[in-house]
């Protein structure tokens, strides 16, 4: 069963913390993504990769970075964590032109 | 920009069918598609339906597709109480992103 994995279900992080968010796809997958969900908001696209080593820019980038030094990882990084990201975390991964597959999500808070 | 709407809330009664709406912008979408969102979890692909058909049947879903006015619908025949969920609607923009709708939360109440 093919499958993306994200590294924990929830975290609990201090602000100014730097948070380390990872996922892991076993499809071959050449995309990847990184959106975030909230209530009344939906979900909004952070960052996402289409190779290895190739980041571009969400709709909501501001504070956070991304790493994909392999194929399978896309790993999510929060700077300085605020309580303003507070969130449920998804990750997903597609082949091209194909829908994605998901994550079960990271929620996490900021103390 | 591209935009997807839903309505936000859908209550229906145990073993009625559901029928849930979303609205798209972009008329170049290749595929549209259906997720379904547990409590928790994350999204799983219900179904998706291509730009050139109109009619999607799957078991107790059917999506229709109204390409001349933009409109998706996901209709769930005999709906059960494991159908509640959250159902977002995404299209596929020109790249390989998906635009997603904020979702429609489907209550199913005996």
């Known amino acids: 069963d093919v499958k993306v994995t994200q590294s924990s279900r929830y975290l609990v992080k201090r602000t100014g913390e730097k948070v380390f968010l990872e996922c892991v796809q076993d499809?071959?997958?050449?995309?990847m993504f990184w959106y975030r969900q909230d209530p009344g908001l939906g979900l909004r696209l952070i960052y996402f990769?289409?190779?290895?080593?190739?980041?571009e820019k969400g709709d909501i980038p501001e504070g956070y970075s991304v790493s994909r030094e392999k194929k399978e990882r896309f790993s999510l990084i929060l700077e300085s964590a605020s309580t303003n990201q507070t969130s449920m975390y998804l990750c997903?991964?597609?082949?091209?032109?194909?829908?994605?597959?998901f994550g079960s999500g990271t929620r996490l808070t900021v103390v | 920009g591209e935009d997807v709407e839903q309505s936000l809330f859908l209550s229906v009664r145990e073993g009625d069918s559901s029928v849930i709406n979303c609205t798209y912008t972009?008329?170049?979408?290749?595929?549209l598609y259906w997720y379904k969102q547990e409590p928790g979890a994350g999204l799983q692909l219900l179904t998706y339906?291509?730009?050139?058909?109109d009619m999607k049947q799957d078991q107790r879903l059917t999506v229709l597709l109204n390409k001349k006015d933009k409109h998706l619908s996901l209709r769930i025949a005999d709906t059960q109480t494991g159908d509640s969920a959250i159902y977002f609607c995404?299209?596929?923009?020109?790249?390989?992103?998906?635009?997603f709708g904020t979702g429609t939360r489907l209550q199913v109440f005996p």
């Open positions: 997903a991964s597609s082949p091209p032109k194909k829908g994605y597959t």
């Open positions: 499809m071959d997958h050449e995309n």
């Open positions: 990769s289409y190779d290895v080593k190739m980041k």
């Open positions: 972009d008329s170049s979408s290749t595929y």
């Open positions: 339906i291509f730009s050139n058909m």
């Open positions: 995404a299209e596929s923009d020109n790249t390989d992103k998906l635009i």
